[in-house]
């Protein structure tokens, strides 16, 4: 009996591997993973109504990842989500926003992460950490909410914060619809005074044209980019080309997997401004993150 538990167990994890696989490198221009008639499908259905479950039990929580500024200064967090399933353990944030996007849970979940990213930032604003920005994923499905930017204003006011306080960092998971809705969209969202920044730049969708549509504050090269900057030199070109556009366009430069010393000193050399990634820290959780800023910058009141 046990012996057949424990099988149950190993095909279980296996099935649930193989769809995280599946789903994960499903790509952009991905089928919709949750009508699919296979096991993939049956997983994705499961763990989308679990994920709604999971949503309004706030059982999924936020990591933070530092970033630094070029002489290494803390300057700010991003917030990355993180759930762990109860039969299925830890779940990958790729697979929790596809399957999110796919059925439309995305715009619960976003508000979820907003809130709960203002809520924290509030509470290391009275530690004395104000000068620290976060910043917050957005799934371009989120920007067909007309009552995002509203939600964002209460969250900002509801918890004290400044609008530059807080980032949104677009991410090109999907495309960004090109409709009036989404422009009239971001163009409330700027107004609102929060920055924007365009997530995984230089792999996503016509990443260069948005800099055209919105007020963009700052663009993250994608880390299979500056990954790889020391080793190849297509890489290190764009990168350079990325960079002396952000200058030119005023627009900060910010480099993210930056996991040694020479990477960052290499990504600096060609122009980026910030750095995120193993190097400096892992994405920590609230109360390591504190710790994290005591040892790494000055309070200011
Ligand atoms: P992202 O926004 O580009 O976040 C950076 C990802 O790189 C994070 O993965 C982070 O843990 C990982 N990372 C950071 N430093 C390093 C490094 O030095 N090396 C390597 N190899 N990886 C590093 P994570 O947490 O698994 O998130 C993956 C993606 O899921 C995020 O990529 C973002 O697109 C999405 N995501 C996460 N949380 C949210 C969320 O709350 N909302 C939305 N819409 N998307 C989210
Ligand atoms: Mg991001
Ligand atoms: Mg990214």
């Known amino acids: 009996m ?20 599946t789903i994960i490198s499903s790509g952009h221009k ?18 989308v109504l679990d994920l709604k479950q999971a949503v309004k039990q706030d059982e999924l929580t936020l990591s933070y990842q530092p970033k630094h500024d ?16 109860p039969r299925y353990g830890f779940v990958s944030p790729l697979m929790i926003i596809t399957l999110a996007e796919d059925s439309g849970v995305i715009h619960s979940l976003g508000r979820w992460v907003i809130e709960q990213s203002c809520a924290c930032k509030s509470r290391w604003n009275k530690l004395g ?25 209460n969250c900002i006011g509801n918890n004290g914060l400044l609008a530059s306080e807080l980032e949104l960092e677009i991410t090109e998971s999907s495309e960004i619809p090109d409709d009036e809705l ?25 990443s260069l044209l948005h800099m055209r549509r919105f007020q963009v504050a700052a663009i993250k090269i994608d880390g299979s980019i500056t990954r790889e900057v020391l080793t190849n030199q297509m890489n290190a070109d764009i990168v350079r080309t990325i960079a002396s556009l ?18 960052r000193q290499a990504l600096s050399n ?10 400096h820290s892992p994405p920590l959780n609230e109360t390591d993150c504190v710790a994290y800023f005591l040892t790494h910058q000055k309070k200011v009141d």
């Open 2 to 21: 046990r012996r057949a538990e424990a099988l149950r167990l190993i095909r279980e994890q296996s099935a649930f591997h193989d769809a995280t696989q």
């Open 30 to 47: 991905r089928q919709q993973i949750v009508t699919r008639e296979d096991k993939v499908g049956m997983i994705a259905r499961e763990l």
């Open 70 to 85: 070029a002489g290494g200064a803390i300057i700010g967090v991003e917030a990355l989500i993180r759930w762990q399933h």
């Open 129 to 153: 950490y104000k000068n620290l920005s976060m910043a917050v994923n957005v799934s371009p499905i989120q920007l067909t909410d007309k009552d995002l930017p509203n939600f964002i204003n």
């Open 182 to 206: 989404t422009d009239f969209i971001l163009d409330k969202l700027s107004a609102t005074g929060v920055k924007l920044a365009m997530d995984d730049f230089g792999m996503g969708y016509s």
């Open 246 to 263: 952000g200058k030119s366009q005023g627009v900060q430069v910010v480099a993210e997997y930056v996991e040694t010393l020479e990477q």
């Open 270 to 279: 060609m122009g980026c401004d910030v750095f995120q990634g193993y190097y």
